[in-house]
């Protein structure tokens, strides 16, 4: 029921009196304002302006609010508030029928204030909030009505859970600027749940507060006529404010009640009617405004501020605009036809929608029917695409990579398993083990060997959860630090630390111990090799090369235990790894941290490589293809490239971002075979699947410890040869520093972290893939 202005005064003043607190002149101005507008316009709306407000005005105001027939309530904030945020979200619950703009940017709101807000939800149409608690945003309450959602400055936010946006079907325009925000495929996950998203930017125009079009953007085409045009004439309003100011003091002077409940005595009367809903823009200084006519400015107009670090990925616009094919305007910049087509090229050129070149998602179910009957698959329409689908089902791998591409299609985040728990109690009051180099089983699909950094040597099984063998320290606390199977032999593994120790286990000769677990019979001891940091044994097992921070590498006959040869001076700087090929018993090659690449072959007197080939970057590792036609080259800080082994020419340049960190050591590898790289560094918390011909990236996937709102250092990583999207990652802890463990990471099944024998929530990653 609609109300005149005496009788919203009167109900207010009654409010203050029973809850014994003195009027705030503020709401009394906003109440006679809404009061003002039901008269002339029919339709109100009520300003609650928090900075104008205390904690105990709060109580009156929603008692208020519930009397007052109001059409609409508008929150806001400009500066720090001393209101309790638990009395903004009461009141805000109070008038959630009724509420359209919450805009608390300038208050920095707790985690727990926020987790109520996104579980709840809100009736708003324009939220603005701030907070530098949230690391990941998950909302899952219902914003049904929200049209624009502003999170700028929320500078812990690094990350968006996939489904955060599904509960806003209305969702128009999303701003992010000065946040962490930084991977691709995570935010195009999320993102792609708006199907009404038009505006989006995590950066700004310098002169743009909103997410449109910036007047330079558009050479001008804004018409300044509409700029500042209202929707309300509010001539009759402005006229009041004389009266409405006199009028109040008038009632709190005349009631010495109020007088008594409070000890303000000098009220400030304040009536502002500015803020009315205004159609167009005036993000722009008129004198701006003017000069961005001229189109000869433009350009130099545009200047971007508070980039998130999204801003800075490769190709960071065009990704977005081909991910996002409803989006008008990207960071205050349109997106005009020609910008589309150009993001399509792009995208296509340096990015894979989904594995092994599939065009769009498929069900698992329909690539099993496919697959049972033969028959061609839904998403060729064309007769071309048919065509080349039916040459395809040749391929005996044609519908085990339909599966594949079918369940990360519908895979929200990758599984991960951690490792640690299996070797928690391996020795009585130990602490767990910490690993420093692990390696699959060549052909058991579930063993798994790993060194410590305290010289311990542990062969697992990593799918049933259990230690097979536990080789104890090498005699001295030393890490290792080289680990190999032999190829023909696989229940024989080679060991190194980091002291020159050279040991050869047989995994089969163990006595079980009931308390201590399984210690290993006498190994086969060799010549140490001093400061050694990689070893790998030739493809038939009768010998094993060794490299470390030297120039130096070594040759070992496995048989007889001796050393063979000791060749100097093979490289300028110390040579991290060195490998042999993976068919040619006389083929090796060595990498060193002075950016260059040799191959060698045995057969000759190696005085001479086959050839060299350099990096920009001092060179981390290098090894093999699985079929010796590739070498993969990874050097400090994601240089990662992909050379013919026949004579080091490039192949592939994976063009991955550089940090600009020293100490960023880069280690890659391949995974299915050789169809697909993964590619991780020391000092990031990502990892990166690249098609290993196209050198286009599938997708990337970031590893965080939630509980203790930690990253997770990637320090290496290998694929599982059994299961294709299969790997392993070693993994630093930035938080504790001494922490490590080996988390398995399944590309293919959606899941969040679990321990291997227990379902412990806390960890986490993400991911986006091609949609």
């Not at 608390?104 to 939220?127: V, Y």
């Not at 000769?509 to 086969?524: F, I, M, N, R, W």
């Not at 068919?583 to 060193?592: A, Q, R």
Request: with cysteine; aromatic share 8%; glycine share 6%.
């Amino acid at each position: 029921m609609s109300l005149d202005s005496s009788s919203i005064i009167a109900r207010y003043l009654n409010s203050c009196k029973l809850h014994e607190v003195m009027p705030n002149v503020a709401v009394l101005s906003h109440l006679y304002k809404a009061s003002m507008q039901e008269e002339v316009q029919k339709w109100s709306t009520l300003v609650v302006s928090l900075d104008e407000l205390e904690d105990h005005d709060m109580l009156p105001l929603v008692d208020m609010v519930h009397l007052f027939n109001v059409d609409a309530v508008d929150i806001f904030s400009t500066s720090k508030s001393v209101v309790k945020q638990e009395s903004v979200v009461s009141l805000m619950r109070a008038v959630n029928s009724t509420l359209r703009i919450v805009d608390l940017q300038d208050t920095l709101f707790r985690k727990d204030i926020l987790w109520d807000l996104f579980q709840g939800g809100l009736n708003c149409q324009l939220l603005k909030l701030r907070s530098t608690e949230i690391r990941k945003l998950n909302i899952v309450g219902s914003f049904m009505q929200l049209h624009t959602l502003n999170l700028d400055f929320s500078s812990s936010l690094t990350s968006l859970e996939k489904d955060c946006f599904t509960c806003m079907p209305k969702l128009m325009r999303l701003s992010m600027c000065g946040t962490r925000i930084a991977d691709l495929w995570t935010t195009r996950a999320a993102l792609s749940r708006l199907p009404s998203l038009t505006e989006l930017r995590f950066q700004n125009c310098i002169c743009c507060k909103d997410t449109g079009p910036c007047l330079a953007s558009s050479n001008g085409t804004g018409s300044p006529a509409t700029v500042g045009k209202l929707l309300i004439n509010q001539d009759s309003l402005n006229d009041s404010v004389d009266k409405v100011s006199n009028h109040f003091g008038g009632i709190l002077s005349s009631d010495p009640s109020f007088a008594a409940t409070s000890g303000r005595t000098d009220l400030q009367l304040e009536v502002s009617f500015g803020d009315l809903h205004v159609q167009g823009r005036d993000d722009c200084p008129e004198d701006i405004n003017f000069k961005l006519r001229d189109t000869s400015v433009v350009s130099k107009m545009y200047l971007s501020c508070h980039p998130s670090p999204i801003c800075y990925e490769k190709h960071y616009r065009e990704y977005m605009i081909a991910s996002l094919p409803h989006l008008e305007v990207l960071d205050n910049f349109p997106v005009r036809k020609i910008d589309r087509e150009m993001a399509n090229t792009v995208f296509s050129q340096y990015y894979e929608y989904l594995p092994y070149k599939r065009r769009q998602k498929e069900n698992v179910a329909s690539v099993l029917h496919m697959r049972e009957t033969g028959r061609g698959n839904a998403y060729h329409n064309k007769s071309s695409q048919i065509k080349e689908a039916v040459s395809c089902r040749k391929s005996p791998h044609f519908y085990s990579r339909s599966l594949c591409a079918a369940k990360i299609g519908s895979s929200a985040s990758p599984s991960l398993h951690k490792m640690s728990n299996i070797s928690d109690n391996i020795k009585e009051g130990s602490e767990s083990l910490r690993p420093r180099q692990f390696e699959y089983h060549p052909t058991n699909p579930s063993l798994m060997a790993f060194g410590t950094l305290d010289g311990d040597v542990v062969v697992v099984n990593h799918d049933a959860g259990n230690i097979f063998s536990y080789i104890p320290l090498f005699g001295v606390t030393n890490s290792i630090l080289g680990l190999c199977w032999l190829n023909k032999n696989p229940s024989k593994l080679l060991a190194g630390s980091d002291s020159g120790s050279l040991r050869l286990y047989d995994i089969n000769d163990t006595l079980q111990k009931a308390e201590s677990g399984c210690s290993s019979s006498s190994p086969v001891v060799f010549d140490k090799f001093e400061q050694l940091t990689s070893l790998h044994v030739n493809s038939t097992d009768d010998q094993f090369l060794t490299s470390g921070y030297s120039k130096k590498v070594a040759i070992y006959d496995i048989c007889s235990g001796k050393r063979l040869h000791l060749f100097s001076d093979m490289h300028r700087e110390p040579i991290n790894v060195a490998k042999f090929a993976h068919h040619s018993p006389n083929l090796l090659v060595t990498s060193s941290f002075d950016r260059d690449v040799k191959l060698w072959d045995l057969r000759q007197t190696p005085n001479q490589p086959c050839y060299t080939t350099s990096s920009s970057r001092g060179n981390v590792m290098v090894c093999f293809s699985p079929d010796d036609l590739y070498l993969l080259v990874s050097s400090v800080d994601n240089e990662v490239k992909q050379l013919l082994s026949v004579d080091g020419r490039l192949q592939t340049d994976f063009g991955i971002a550089s940090t600009g960190s020293a100490h960023n050591y880069t280690r890659s590898y391949y995974m299915n075979g050789r169809d697909y790289v993964i590619s991780g560094s020391s000092d990031e918390s990502i990892v990166r699947v690249c098609c290993a011909q196209t050198g286009r990236r599938l997708m990337d996937y970031c590893l965080e410890d939630r509980a203790l709102e930690s990253p997770i250092l990637v320090q290496s990583l290998r694929s599982d040869p059994f299961r294709h999207f299969h790997m392993a990652v070693l993994a630093s802890y930035v938080r504790p520093s001494s922490r490590r463990d080996i988390i398995k990471v399944n590309l293919l099944e959606s899941g969040t972290y679990a321990d291997e024998d227990s379902n412990k929530e806390g960890f986490s990653s993400s991911y986006g893939h091609g949609g």
